[in-house]
């Protein structure tokens, strides 16, 4: 934290300095010139603060993971409740009409009509600004993977967590958590696939 301060203070005294030093043979600048250009090297400073005191955090999620920051433009990636990730399984017996499995809950997938642990499955992920109802491919895909194949697919839409809509570092640091998901989900998956042929 403390080199960043210094470099930052250290480039915004050279960056004042080459504008307004004694060198400059040109007229004297307006003090709005100077005041306009100060307040841009003390905002710089408050951003670079602000970044600082962010390195090193961690979250625990139980069931989910440990989380931690390891850099200056890091986020944390936020509470897993709050995105509500919604899992959508679609077969051959049910091709348009999507069973609701919920990710933290095994009696869902205990009780799934539909998914059969003799059927591969495949996964797919909408991304960052998208949502299953706003890109056709991903019904198309489903569609296609149906068609050419007995499969249990599973479509994972986590677009109910806009309020990251324009804040990409916020939705990187988030996509960590929906890998555990996934993961979480698949182990689900797996225990109910050794508890039927137990």
Excluded at 85 to 96: M, Q, V
Aim: proline share 5%; net charge neutral; charged share 20%.
């Amino acid at each position: 934290m403390v080199v960043s301060l210094l470099a930052t203070l250290f480039i915004s005294s050279l960056v004042f300095f080459l504008l307004y030093g004694p060198h400059q043979r040109r007229r004297r600048p307006s003090r709005a010139k100077m005041f306009t250009t100060f307040s841009l090297i003390i905002l710089m400073v408050c951003v670079v603060l602000s970044k600082c005191s962010s390195i090193h955090k961690s979250v625990d999620y139980p069931g989910i993971g440990f989380f931690d920051t390891d850099g200056l433009l890091d986020y944390l990636p936020e509470d897993p409740f709050k995105m509500e990730p919604s899992f959508y399984l679609y077969t051959r017996e049910n091709p348009t009409e999507a069973e609701v499995l919920l990710w933290n809950n095994t009696e869902s997938v205990e009780s799934s009509r539909y998914y059969s642990n003799g059927r591969p499955t495949k996964v797919i992920i909408h991304g960052y600004v998208e949502t299953p109802a706003s890109r056709p491919w991903i019904g198309d895909m489903k569609d296609k993977f149906l068609e050419a194949f007995d499969l249990n697919v599973i479509i994972i839409d986590w677009s109910k967590n806009r309020a990251n809509r324009g804040r990409y570092g916020q939705a990187a640091a988030n996509t960590q958590v929906k890998g555990h998901w996934e993961g979480y989900f698949d182990e689900l998956l797996i225990s109910k696939m050794l508890s039927l042929t137990l």
